[in-house]
């Protein structure tokens, strides 16, 4: 089935650091690719998508590009703030010829601090 | 707004008891799903439900049940039998057979043992 590897935790940045959170993949055909957020004591929260080769996912500043040829769907930022501290995971669907049962394969997750 | 309920935020089991965590969506979707989070870890799928009356075991369904009698609704219960259910469980919601979309989730519940 299909599986990430997500970049081990925790990330500790300064304010205004730059940020990417590396996260790999393996799938049958070409899945769509997600990064949720979680803050403190909530659920998670679709952060950004991505559904194809190429595609550059962005949401509150947060970028990420689906990587056919390296497997890959690392999360960039540019600037962090303290406000980004939270819980992130790399997810993708167990999708078979085209049609998804709903599950979805999470990463670990990665703890990112960010201190003023 | 549509979204997914939990409730409640937190809850506290005895010895022998069983609890049941709710879970009520008005989004229209017709999967459901239950993960159990523990501290430092990813998400693990207890079970999932494609559709009203029908439900499947996830990954670690041992001491867990559910129904699935209406649309909106997925209740969990931690039975006795699940010996360590102190965990953080989170409900989601997606549309089934459609590729690109993602789960909707709540804001969890927090079990502990008294």
């Known amino acids: 089935g299909n599986s990430v590897t997500q970049m081990e935790g925790p990330v500790t940045l300064s304010e205004e650091a730059f940020l990417t959170i590396n996260c790999t993949y393996t799938?049958?055909?070409?899945?769509?690719l997600f990064w949720y957020v979680q803050y403190p004591g909530e659920g998670l929260q679709l952060l950004l998508k991505?559904?194809?080769?190429?595609d550059k996912g962005s949401n509150k500043g947060f970028e990420a590009t689906y990587r056919k040829e390296t497997t890959s769907f690392h999360l960039e930022k540019g600037s962090v703030q303290v406000s980004d501290s939270a819980v992130y995971f790399c997810?993708?669907?167990?999708?078979?010829?085209?049609?998804?049962?709903?599950?979805?394969?999470f990463g670990q997750g990665t703890i990112l601090t960010v201190h003023p | 707004d549509g979204g997914i309920t939990q409730s409640p935020k937190y809850l506290f089991r005895k010895e022998g008891q069983n609890v049941t965590l709710s879970c009520e969506q008005n989004?229209?979707?017709?999967?459901m799903y239950w993960y159990r989070q523990d501290p430092g870890q990813g998400l693990r799928l207890i079970y999932y439900?494609?559709?009203?009356?029908?439900?499947q075991k996830g990954d670690i369904a041992e001491g867990y049940s559910v129904s699935r009698e209406k649309k909106e609704s997925f209740p969990l219960t931690v039975t006795s039998a699940q010996k360590n259910p102190t965990a953080f469980y989170l409900c989601?919601?997606?549309?089934?057979?459609?590729?690109?979309?993602?789960?909707?989730f709540g804001d969890g519940t927090r079990l502990s043992i008294l």
């Open positions: 989004l229209n979707h017709d999967a």
């Open positions: 439900s494609q559709i009203v009356n029908d439900f």
């Open positions: 989601a919601s997606s549309i089934p057979g459609r590729v690109n979309q993602p789960q909707h």
């Open positions: 997810a993708l669907p167990d999708s078979a010829g085209g049609t998804s049962y709903g599950k979805l394969t």
């Open positions: 991505a559904t194809k080769a190429d």
């Open positions: 799938a049958t055909g070409y899945p769509s």
